[in-house]
Each structure stands twice: as structure tokens, then as C-alpha cells.
């Protein structure tokens, strides 16, 4: 079948740029998580709750891709945190060239974490390095249990699955032990956190895994920003 | 800020593709609808319902668009209509060129009606014509109410919204009405149908709806096709 692909300049490109964001970050000693899903599987939501459950003294920063709106960013600037709005005018993801530029608005020198929500799209912001450390996938449990094997590309090179809306599972057919099944047959390594973003269930696995990762790379990184903020 | 975008020659190519199909829908007298949503809102189920409430005597076939698997097609083939499988091979939409080369391998004289399921992907599948009658957006409720604002171009360019899953309606925070208004900002002329496709509600108005435009399609298509069928 003919097939329309990203062309290769433009992933090259992409690659050059996230590689620029990488370092950056790995001088910062900054950890950095690319939070993808469908739209409307909770990625907001669940950004509010982890910033509601992470210590006041982890410095988060966020980035909000959307199409067109300022939804997202006015919900998460909310909770007092540094946001910047990429809007993408309507390309269907982000790629590292818009994160670099965004990168400029945020005081990156006090950030322990920078979350950056990806557009709402299950298939093309999988094929964009941000240059981040870890790719967060979020499913909704009423997305149905065929989602890993439709959508292998995204759950494949995701370090962690939040399977969304637990919630709801007794209203669904969803076989919650088949999702994960199925999620570790397209990638033995995932962490997998069921949650629930409404009733504010399920967190403190995921929150625990974050604030592990950010200590590590915190002793990674070079500079003061260490020192400062050793012990987190 | 930077974006991709899909390239212009691309796009004109696809209108070239969509011309030729539209043409050869028009010349068959068969009604074209291209059925999109973003992952999981249940586009599968509700083509199974919709196979299943209409009359015996209209003719139906199914293209089915997908990444990787065949999971849908074997679904819908159940239902005993010609299904031709489109995998896009990681592509997240598909074309006009895709939809062309699926119509040899289907009995195109013999329907009266071809559904067409795009891939899940509620941004990229809005870009591209695929020369049908109608554009059918498929919303669940549990997506929640702000994805019309959020991804306006598909509900735009849409005739028909089905808003899915009104059976988990009491157990999320979406607002039905909210939602319904919001479509009608986007697209003041969009004909709204909620249904669960989990308890088979709501379809009569749905399947009347395209039972009207078959007819109305089959009366403007030349040739014997039209005589034979007449009456639907």
C-alpha cells in the first residue's frame, strides 16, 4: 500500500536538536519526561495530581503541546508551577526543535523535573526524541485492551504505562490483567502504574518512581545545582 | 515556533486521488462515509451496531485502516460484508491513494454503502480527503468535554458526530449538553447522535441518517446500478 511517512531530513533534524536538549539536560543534571497518549486519556489530569503529590522542594517545570488552545497550560499554571504553551498550529506533535525553543522561557538552572506533555496522539509523537530521559505513556482503561498491539510503537519505547480511569473499569469490559499482559508483549521492560486521575488513586508508586529518578540524575549532573539541592 | 507540517505537494497529490474516487462514487451511485476518532472511542463497535441495524437488502462494504494488525477487519468480517484491509504500515492516517488501491478488491457494483474507518488519530486523518460523500467523527464521552476546542479541524470538517460510551455517562464528570454546544461552536451545522454502542442504544437515528443519504446518493449515481437498487 502506499504509504505517507516523515521524511528522513526532517527525523534527522529532529535528532540533532533532541541530542542539543539531552545535553543541556545532562548538564542541568535535569530529568525530563515526554508524556504521550490519545486524546483524552487523562495526561492533564494525572499532571495535576503528580504535581499535587510531589514534595514542595522538587522544582517542576512543565511544557504544554497543543494544537491551538491554552487549556492544558491555564489547568496546570494553576498549581503555581513555571508552564510554557507550545502551540503547534496544528502539527499533530512535538518535536525537539519546538522543546529547545520552549526550553528559553523556563528558569531551567532551579528545575529538579521538567514534564512535558506531548500532543494528544497515540501514533506520531512516538517517532519525535525530545531529548528526554523517559517517555510516559498514558492509557485510559475505556480505550479498550487493544490498544498496546494497535499502537505498538509508543508503548514499546515507553519506560512507564499509566493506565488511567481504574475508575471506571467495573462500568467497561476492560480486562485490566489482559492490558498489562499485552503492554509487557510489546515491551517486557515497562513500569506499569495503574491510577486514577479522578479519584486521585494509585499515585504514590509513580510519584516514588519519578522522585527516584530525578535524585539519580541529580547526582549525574554537573554544576552547583547539585549541591543545592542534594538529598531530594 | 518551528512546526512539521504535512508538505503541500503531498496534500495535492492526495486531492488528485480523492477526485478520481469521488468520481467513481458518483459515477456507482454509492454513498462514501470516512469514520474517524481519536484511539479506543469505539469506531469498531459502533460500525458493528451500524452493520447490524441495517436492512438485509443494503448492500455494505468495510475498508478498515489500521497500523499494524488486522483486529478490526476480523471484527467487522464477522458480520459477513466484503472488508478489505488498508495496514498503513506505521503510517497515521490514510490517503486517498490507500483508499483507491482497497476498492479493486471490493465488489464496488454490488453496495450501496462503504464504510470507510480510518486509523485512531483524531489530528492527521482530518488533513486528508479521501473523496467520500461524508466525514463521521466518533467522540466518547469519557475523552471528556473539551476535545472539540481542543481538535477542531476534524470536527469541523465533519457532517455527523456519534457521541459513544453515554452508558458511563453517570460515572464520569462530562457534560452531555456542554459537549453538544461545544460541537455546534466548532461546527454549527455538525448533526449530533449520542450512542453506547456497549448497550446498542441510540443507533435508530444514526442508521436513518444514512439510510436517507443512500437513497439520495443512489438516485444522483448513473447507470443499472441505480434501477436495480431502486426503492432503498
Chains 1, 2 share one sequence.
Not at 533532541?18 to 545535553?23: F, H, I, L, V
Not at 514534595?55 to 491554552?70: M, S
Not at 482503561?141 to 515507553?158: M, N, S, W
Not at 517486557?188 to 486521585?200: C, G, K, W, Y
Amino acid at each position: 500500500m502506499v504509504k505517507v511517512r516523515i521524511a528522513a531530513p526532517v527525523l534527522q533534524e529532529n535528532s540533532a536538536a533532541a541530542a542539543e536538549n539531552r545535553s543541556l539536560f545532562q548538564e542541568l543534571g535535569l530529568f525530563v519526561v515526554n508524556l504521550m497518549s490519545s486524546p483524552g486519556s487523562g495526561k492533564t489530569s494525572i499532571l495535576e495530581r503528580t504535581l499535587s503529590h510531589l514534595p514542595a522542594d522538587l522544582k517542576v517545570g512543565v511544557i504544554e503541546g497543543d494544537i491551538y488552545t491554552t487549556k492544558d497550560a491555564e489547568r496546570v499554571a494553576a498549581h503555581g508551577v513555571p508552564v510554557v504553551q507550545i502551540n503547534t498550529a496544528g502539527a499533530c506533535h512535538l518535536d525537539a526543535r519546538m522543546v529547545k525553543a520552549a526550553l528559553e522561557d523556563l528558569p531551567l538552572k532551579e528545575l529538579d523535573l521538567l514534564l512535558v506533555e506531548n500532543v494528544g496522539n497515540l501514533i506520531c509523537p512516538a517517532e519525535f526524541d525530545l531529548g528526554e530521559d523517559a517517555r510516559v505513556v498514558v492509557l485510559s482503561v475505556t480505550e479498550g485492551a487493544d490498544k498496546p498491539l494497535k499502537y505498538p510503537l509508543v508503548f514499546r519505547l515507553a519506560a512507564v504505562a499509566l493506565v488511567n480511569k481504574t475508575d471506571l473499569l467495573p462500568y467497561t469490559d476492560c480486562d485490566l490483567d489482559a492490558l498489562c499482559r499485552d503492554l509487557r508483549v510489546v515491551n517486557p521492560e515497562l513500569t506499569i502504574f495503574p491510577v486514577s486521575a479522578r479519584l486521585d488513586t494509585g499515585f504514590a508508586p509513580w510519584v516514588k518512581w519519578l522522585r527516584e529518578r530525578v535524585r539519580i540524575k541529580k547526582g549525574r549532573g554537573g554544576g552547583s545545582h547539585e549541591q543545592e539541592s542534594a538529598g531530594i
